[in-house]
């Protein structure tokens, strides 16, 4: 149980397009969904919280205009990546706390390429 | 803020050797801790977590002991397997504010036929 299935798990796109990424919760309610970002051979950096319903929160130093985050519904968090740079390549994780269990359940993650 | 440290990797071992990746842990409360695993591509997977101060999280041969006494929660396995390589996240959290994961930057392990 506490399944979250992200996708796509790769794409490729030109520089200045916008790509989008789906993270569903599978069997339960995901009332927060977390959003990160993982650089090659690096950990895992939170860019930002994402409550059903309301506006995400940020982590400082994460463009909110440049990385768009969308959770209108407790079962669907998006994370769209507005006209996207190759620096902007890199692997991008969604989480979601699984309540009741105390624990994390996290999406198998994209892999952004702009070339 | 709270923090997570980690050995520096990467950890080369022999298969059948004794692993130990350290870590250790700054809160201000009484954090969840936890170890997750990520494969080549892939996204994290949670190997074993602990509650509370004393608690052993175990699963796959792997064990975990919550020390609240020297904030360690250091992952440990008796016998390693080549399959076991991969790239291990310590990682704790505050229960009662249900924020986010707070993640080590992860200890590599390569282990060798």
């Known amino acids: 149980g506490a399944v979250v299935s992200q996708h796509p798990s790769r794409v490729i796109c030109k520089s200045g397009t916008s790509v989008k990424i789906e993270c569903r919760s599978l069997d339960f309610q995901a009332t927060t969904m977390f959003w990160y970002r993982q650089f090659p051979k690096q950990s895992l950096m939170l860019m930002a919280t994402s409550n059903e319903g309301s506006k995400a929160t940020y982590e400082q130093g994460v463009e909110k205009d440049k990385f768009l985050i969308n959770h209108a519904s407790l079962t669907l968090s998006t994370l769209t990546v507005a006209s996207a740079h190759p620096e902007d390549s890199s692997f991008y994780i969604c989480?979601?706390?699984?309540?009741?269990?105390?624990?994390?359940?996290f999406g198998s993650g994209t892999r952004l390429t702009v070339v | 803020g709270d923090s997570v440290t980690q050995m520096e990797g990467p950890v080369t071992l022999s298969e059948e050797a004794f692993l130990t990746i350290n870590c250790t842990y700054t809160?201000?409360?009484?954090?969840?801790l936890f170890w997750y695993v990520q494969y080549p591509g892939e996204g994290l997977q949670l190997l074993l977590k602990a509650t509370k101060a004393d608690d052993k999280g175990s699963n796959k041969g792997f064990e975990a002991t919550y020390r609240k006494e020297t904030t360690s929660f250091h992952l440990e396995k008796g016998s390693v397997q080549v399959s076991d390589s991969a790239v291990y996240f310590c990682a704790l959290s505050d229960p009662l504010a249900g924020t986010a994961l707070i993640f080590g930057k992860g200890t590599t392990l390569s282990v060798s036929s």
């Open positions: 809160a201000t409360g009484y954090p969840s």
């Open positions: 989480s979601a706390r699984v309540q009741g269990l105390g624990g994390y359940t």
